[in-house]
């Protein structure tokens, strides 16, 4: 054995000895920074129910917008709306399992109070969306302004009578401040239009055989209305089914709130005349930016109103660009 190759295997063993140290560094580097890694958030969603295509395209919007910042995402709902008191034990699971934020949908604005002041008590912050609660103890309530929306909907379907006849609403309930604040933003609209009297209102509890057995029922009274409307989807869907098959698309004209693919098709036949649509995807997203913000400052202090957009598609404009943008919040991947 020569000096050279002495000095070969030697420089060999050098570089082997050197590249593990190298790696065994890298290694404990990695694992410290493991080791001192902030723990995934979570961020639990609770609608008033599981059954509504509306809740499920808001938690599309939780679910895109955590994934930017890392955090894990929970979907908690009964089955029914009506079951407020399944949703209260919700959020108390949440507590308990010590989510880091929450998006909640009220069924009740007071029912609610108790374990949403419990949460925030608990340093878990609470958004509220679509509906809000009295008083507002969340940290920040995201919606469109129910009201104005739905005034301008009723004022489209009374131009469209020439403000003279008779409306009715099929309501979804009157437990959520949104399903009240469409009811009475409605009704306000109307009120600017004297020739149109009120005729009636009945809760379907968004299952449209119910507001369809309703519609049929206030027409065979009132051969008189000639207006009505469905102020969630679900309602809307069993007015319109109920007027198509009395056959009386050209006399009563009926308007909605939000939108699936069965009401897009009904906008598109003309027997829906129009429908408000909301933002669910951005409404999803933008309790989730605001939970990021606190979580990054604590102290942050977020408006105690967020007011979204919303758009009217209508028999007429529901091709348009900004119509077609507005459905695909609803159904993804709409053409048109």
Known sequence: ?????????????????????????MGAVLVSGTANAAPQKTIEFIPSSNATPY?????????????????????????????????????????????????????????????????????????????????MKA?????VPNKKAAGAVATYAANMVHGKGEYAIIDYNLSTTSGRDRR??????????????????QISHSIPQTALTETQALLERDPKINVIFGANDRSALGVAEAVQRMHLQNKVVVVGFDADLGEINYIKSGVIKASVLQSPVLMGETAVKVLHDMFKDPTKTPPKFIPLPYHMVTYKNFQDPTSIAAIRQYIAGYKG
């Open 1 to 25: 054995m020569n000096v050279k190759t002495l000095t070969r295997r030697s420089a060999i063993c050098v570089t082997r000895s050197t590249g593990l140290a190298i790696v065994g560094l």
């Open 55 to 135: 809740f499920l395209r808001e938690y599309a919007g939780v679910k895109r917008e955590a994934k930017k910042y890392g955090y894990k995402t929970l979907f908690q709902a009964p089955s029914v709306s009506t079951h407020v008191g399944k949703q209260i034990g919700m959020v108390y699971t949440a507590i308990t399992r010590k989510v880091d934020g929450i998006v909640l949908v009220p069924y009740s604005p007071t029912a609610l109070l108790p374990p949403v002041e419990k949460a925030m008590a608990a340093h878990i912050p609470v958004i509220a969306t679509d509906s809000t609660l009295t008083p």
């Open 139 to 143: 940290v920040t309530f995201t919606a």
């Open 184 to 201: 009475d933003g409605f009704k306000a609209a109307m009120a600017k239009f004297p020739g149109m009297k009120f005729a009636g209102l």
